[in-house]
């Protein structure tokens, strides 16, 4: 059983034992009279799940996180940001730490004790199927694949608004993108739909490239112009052709970096204001032509 808050986060998950085989769930077998194997609660920091407690509210496991692939706290939806896993809890300390390691696309390939030994070593396809796995903590760990929480029982990854299913390689759902329930949940973000035939589809089959932040679209390189240090606000929507809509928002550009820094940074206002308001109005041609507008910003100021 999964339960949500309104921002669309799971915040509780309970397992339950399953009906004796051959004894399908229904009338003569219902949900409330199974067993109870575990329940988890989750707390959040904004998007990202920064601790485990069970249904006393007692924690379980603390994950510290820094920066993720965007250089920022989340929007590249916490992928390659988990830095250590804390357990063992007893009066407000806690006994255990283990660190992450990342690889390039995010994904936890390895975790070290205190002692800088082998906690889990994780291998996987380019799909996110667990090729193999070693360490006294490599099924305990449940952040993987793309730094992603794993529902053990299932095998998929949570993604905060789909589950990922590494088997079939695709979504178990489809985008929410063109759903007015969805929309209004994200406190009515403009979002906008490109026709994409396949609605399913994860990371448009190219795993080894892209990266998806929560199940809405995927991460690409960005324009190709962009000073190293900026900082990025991702706007989380659908992009076209080949800069997927990164709107970038400059701080700390100084004139030592660029004589021209302030114009650099009134035109990338301006595509940042054209922007929303093509998305505003559903008009993805004209958004993906902010987006060109960005790395043309760059190119003539930078």
Not at 139 to 155: D, L, P, Q, T
Not at 182 to 206: K, Q
Not at 260 to 282: D, I
């Amino acid at each position: 059983v999964f339960i949500y808050d309104g921002l669309g986060r799971l915040r509780i998950r309970r397992e339950y034992q399953g009906p004796p085989t051959g004894r399908p769930f229904g009338p003569t077998v219902p949900t409330t009279s199974l067993p109870l194997v575990s329940e988890t609660r989750y707390i959040y920091d904004g998007l990202r799940v920064i601790q485990e407690r069970d249904s006393n509210n007692v924690p379980l496991v603390s994950y510290t996180r820094g920066v993720d692939l965007s250089g920022t706290l989340e929007s590249a939806g916490g992928i390659g940001g988990l830095l250590a896993r804390s357990s063992g809890y007893s009066s407000g300390n806690w006994t255990n730490h283990n660190y992450y390691h990342p690889d390039g696309n995010g994904n936890i390939t390895y975790l070290v004790n205190s002692s800088q030994g082998l906690a889990a070593s994780y291998r996987y396809d380019p799909f996110g199927n667990t090729i193999s796995s070693s360490g006294t903590l490599a099924a305990a760990n449940v952040y993987r694949f793309s730094s992603k929480e794993i529902h053990i029982n299932s095998g998929m990854y949570y993604y905060l608004y789909r589950f990922y299913d590494p088997t079939l390689q695709r979504w178990i759902n489809r985008d929410p993108v063109d759903e007015p329930g969805f929309n209004l949940a994200r406190r009515n973000r403009a979002t906008i739909s490109l026709g994409e035939p396949n609605m399913y589809l994860f990371v448009s089959n190219d795993p080894v490239s892209n990266s998806d932040l929560f199940g809405l679209r995927l991460i690409d390189p960005g324009p190709p112009h962009l000073p190293s240090g900026t900082y990025f606000d991702i706007v989380i929507a659908p992009g076209g052709g080949s800069y997927s809509c990164f709107i970038c928002v400059v701080f700390g550009i100084s004139k030592s970096k660029t004589p021209n820094a302030a114009s650099l940074k009134f035109c990338l206002g301006v595509a940042k204001a054209r922007y929303r308001s093509m998305a505003a109005a559903g008009n993805a041609a004209g958004a993906d032509a902010a987006c060109q507008l960005i790395d043309d910003c760059y190119k003539k100021w930078y």
